[in-house]
C-alpha cells in the first residue's frame, strides 16, 4: 500500500480558529471576577454622612457657646417672629412680668403636654401679676400657628413664637443637640420668668423627655 492510499488528505482540515460554543462561554463567564462598584459610592456615602453628623454637631456646638442664663441676666436683645413671617416680637423690649415657655418641638407628644397648663391657667398667673405668656419653639412659624391652633384654637391668650434660627436659644446658652430626635438644634425644656428686660426666675428641664420644674403649677409657685 502507497503512503497516498493511507492518508487521506482530504480529511485532513487547515487549521481554523476555534469558536466559542456556549458551553464555553458560560464556563468562561462563569470564573470571570466580579466587579462591585457600588462599593466604592457606599464609601462614599458613608464618607457623606460622617461629614454631615461633624458639621451638625459643629453647628450645635457653635450654639450652645453662651453660658446657659441665669437670674438678673439681662434678657437677650433677639427679635423671634410671632403671628406671621412679618411680625416680631423682641422679650428684651416688653414690660411688666412675662413668661416664656421653652419646648423642643411643636407637635411633639411632651411638648403638646407642657403647653395645655399654660392654657388652662391662664387667668392664674394673670392674677399673679403675669402680663403675657409665650410659648416659644424652634420650627418655622407656619408648624408653631398649626399646633397653636391645634392647642388653643380660637382662644387669644397664650402667645406662640417661632426662634426658627435658634438666635433665641443661643443666647440663653439653652441649646438642646436634638440631632437623634428632631434633626438639629432645639431649645431646652423649661421656663423663664423675666420683668422689664431682666431674669427673675429660670426653670430648665433636667430631662428634656419630662415636665417637672417647668409645669404651669411650679412656676405658680414661684410668682
Known amino acids: 500500500m502507497s503512503l497516498r492510499q493511507s492518508v487521506n488528505l482530504r480529511a485532513i482540515k487547515p487549521n481554523r480558529l476555534v469558536r466559542p460554543t456556549a458551553v464555553s462561554r458560560s464556563i468562561t463567564s462563569s470564573v470571570r471576577p466580579t466587579l462591585q462598584p457600588t462599593a466604592v459610592k457606599q464609601y462614599r456615602m458613608a464618607s457623606v454622612l460622617q461629614a454631615t453628623a461633624k458639621a451638625a454637631h459643629s453647628a450645635v456646638a457653635s450654639l450652645a457657646s453662651a453660658a446657659p442664663v441665669k437670674v438678673g441676666d439681662a434678657v437677650p436683645d433677639v427679635d423671634v417672629r410671632i403671628n406671621s413671617l412679618e411680625e416680631n416680637v423682641n422679650f428684651s423690649k416688653l414690660t411688666g ?8 418641638g ?5 411638648c403638646s403636654s407642657q403647653v395645655p397648663g399654660y392654657l388652662e391657667q391662664y387667668s392664674t398667673f394673670q392674677s399673679k401679676g403675669v402680663k403675657d405668656i409665650y ?7 407656619f408648624v408653631v400657628n398649626a399646633w397653636k391652633e391645634k392647642l388653643a384654637g380660637d382662644k387669644n391668650t397664650v402667645k406662640f413664637a417661632a426662634d426658627d434660627s435658634s438666635k433665641l436659644a443661643s443666647s440663653l446658652g439653652l441649646v438642646l443637640d436634638g440631632q437623634a430626635i428632631f434633626g438639629g438644634p432645639r431649645l431646652k ?6 420683668e422689664d428686660g431682666k431674669v427673675l426666675h429660670v426653670a430648665v428641664e433636667p430631662s428634656p423627655g ?5 409645669h404651669a403649677d411650679e412656676v405658680l409657685k414661684t410668682l
Not at 189 to 194: D, E, P
Not at 210 to 214: L, N, P, R, Y
Open 135 to 141: 410659648i416659644v419653639a424652634v420650627n418655622d412659624m
Open 106 to 110: 411643636a407637635f411633639s407628644p411632651t
Open 189 to 194: 425644656r423649661g421656663a423663664i420668668v423675666i
Open 210 to 214: 419630662e415636665v417637672t420644674v417647668s
Open 97 to 104: 412680668k412675662n413668661i416664656l415657655v421653652l419646648v423642643p
